[in-house]
């Protein structure tokens, strides 16, 4: 969701520059059209090194109830399995028919969030007090990840450490909040965790939306997860638009991950290759 709401659509010219970023991999599968129904198109992206991969976008939205959906579902699954990944990860509102059809294509629920939309950040005085993180305090952020986010939630999206795109909010001498950051030509994109125990949660929120008040007429988005759903009311107090809520889906890749990184170990064989299942056609972007 991040990139869609930084970068644009589909066809949006970031979007197709970040198809050609050497450090991600991604697959597209297509299913042709049948009983009535058009083609249908999934794109799953992969980050060498990192856990789970992710489904990009899959169009038409009406392409759910398309009979070839558990086909390309498996053909993005299976890819992602033998890069290496351990997961695939999507985002699909609750509200929508997909939730179900993905349901039955292997996807499990491991959470919820809401996307919070400010078009224009309050202004704050105490927007000093969010700092990017030095090299020393990443095992004071990783605590309190491990100790805030759930264990399911963990299993899917683990800890990311040495990144430069996040902020951390200090109380007291201690970090008790930090934001991890998404920037694009559409908008800002903010995940932060803040600790229950924060003094005037609605000032630290208020001080990190005021970070990006001086950057060009650009939204920004802030991700309520569900086990931070007391940030909600105070998102709305500071005059945020919610959108609806959406389920955090994941279908577990273990046993494919390892199959297929022996698979190309034997083989000697590198990403760089074209999958192929029945009925569908599928075509491969990978570079490493």
């Not at 059209?33 to 169009?59: C, D, N, W």
């Not at 759910?64 to 699909?92: D, F, I, Q």
Request: neutral net charge.
């Amino acid at each position: 969701m991040g990139l869609l709401l930084t970068r644009g659509g589909v066809l949006a010219p970031l979007s197709v520059l970040a198809s050609l970023d050497p450090l991600r991999g991604s697959f597209t599968a297509v299913c042709p059209s049948q009983k009535g129904f058009p083609s249908l198109i999934g794109r799953m992206v992969y980050t060498p090194g990192e856990r789970s991969a992710h489904l990009a976008f899959l169009l038409p939205v009406s392409g759910v109830e398309h009979p070839g959906l558990p086909a390309l579902m498996e053909s993005l699954a299976a890819t992602a399995g033998a890069w290496g990944a351990l997961n695939l990860l999507a985002e699909v509102e609750e509200t929508q028919p997909a939730l179900e059809a993905f349901r039955r294509s292997g996807f499990a629920v491991y959470g919820w969030q809401s996307i919070w939309k400010f078009d224009s950040p309050p202004a704050s005085r105490r927007s000093g007090e969010w700092r990017p993180p030095l090299p020393t305090e990443e095992n004071a952020v990783r605590s309190l990840y491990q100790l805030l986010v759930p264990p399911l939630v963990q299993a899917a999206e683990p800890f990311a450490g040495h990144t430069g795109e996040r902020l951390v909010y200090r109380q007291g001498g201690e970090i008790l909040a930090y934001a991890d950051l998404l920037y694009g030509p559409e908008g800002v994109f903010i995940q932060p965790l803040l600790h229950p125990g924060l003094k005037q949660p609605e000032e630290a929120l208020q001080a990190l939306l005021g970070c990006f008040i001086s950057l060009p007429a650009r939204p920004v988005y802030v991700a309520a997860r569900s086990y931070q759903a007391w940030l909600e009311p105070v998102l709305n107090r500071l005059g945020g638009y919610v959108s609806p809520r959406q389920a955090l889906l994941v279908r577990h890749l273990v046993a494919t991950a390892r199959v297929g990184v022996l698979a190309r170990q034997i083989a000697g064989e590198s990403f760089n290759h074209e999958a192929t299942v029945p009925m569908i056609q599928s075509s491969t972007i990978y570079k490493n």
